[in-house]
């Protein structure tokens, strides 16, 4: 049965949560447009994104969230890993991140207070990866309870 704690003591959830780090207000502008205002937190003030050309797929961001938790179900650490794929252009949207790098050779994203820029060069997945205040709420809760012969035991 120690074997069996000692493997789940480093237990960490794989989620896709495109809403956490605010993906819902992200951005794809046309640069030869006017700056779009993104200080606002509703999406309805930011650029809609924009398709390559006719018939492409518009623009889009996958997002993964890694949530290391301790034994207790306590989150210790978030991880976000972003891909931005069918587009050519801007890509900005808030930046909630403590740490954020490109996992993408040659891009860097642009930080400014509560945003972040990222151009993207057309065919190119650009993939980013951020870590997240361990605070940050997310949308479910986890409760762990460890049992020994049935019965429950702390962590």
């Given at each position: 049965?120690?074997?069996?704690?000692?493997?789940?003591?480093?237990?960490?959830?794989?989620?896709?949560?495109?809403?956490?780090?605010?993906?819902?207000?992200?951005?794809?502008?046309?640069?030869?447009?006017?700056?779009?205002?993104?200080?606002?937190?509703?999406?309805?003030?930011?650029?809609?994104?924009?398709?390559?050309?006719?018939?492409?797929?518009?623009?889009?961001?996958d997002e993964t969230v890694y949530v290391s938790l301790a034994l207790s179900g306590e989150v210790e650490r978030?991880?976000?890993?972003?891909?931005?794929?069918?587009?050519?252009?801007?890509?900005?949207?808030?930046?909630?991140?403590?740490?954020?790098?490109?996992?993408?050779?040659?891009?860097?994203?642009?930080?400014?207070?509560?945003?972040?820029?990222?151009?993207?060069?057309?065919?190119?997945?650009?993939?980013?990866?951020?870590?997240?205040?361990?605070?940050?709420?997310?949308?479910?809760?986890?409760?762990?309870?460890?049992?020994?012969?049935?019965?429950?035991?702390?962590?």
């Open positions: 049965m120690k074997s069996t704690i000692r493997r789940l003591a480093l237990f960490t959830l794989v989620l896709s949560l495109p809403l956490l780090s605010g993906a819902a207000m992200l951005s794809c502008a046309d640069p030869a447009a006017p700056a779009a205002d993104t200080t606002s937190p509703r999406a309805a003030d930011v650029t809609p994104a924009i398709p390559l050309a006719a018939g492409d797929p518009t623009p889009e961001k978030i991880e976000v890993v972003n891909r931005l794929y069918g587009m050519a252009g801007t890509w900005i949207e808030p930046d909630p991140y403590l740490t954020l790098e490109s996992l993408t050779d040659g891009i860097q994203p642009v930080r400014e207070p509560g945003k972040m820029r990222v151009e993207c060069p057309e065919g190119v997945d650009v993939y980013l990866q951020g870590t997240l205040d361990p605070a940050t709420p997310l949308p479910f809760g986890v409760e762990i309870t460890w049992l020994l012969d049935g019965e429950p035991v702390p962590a």
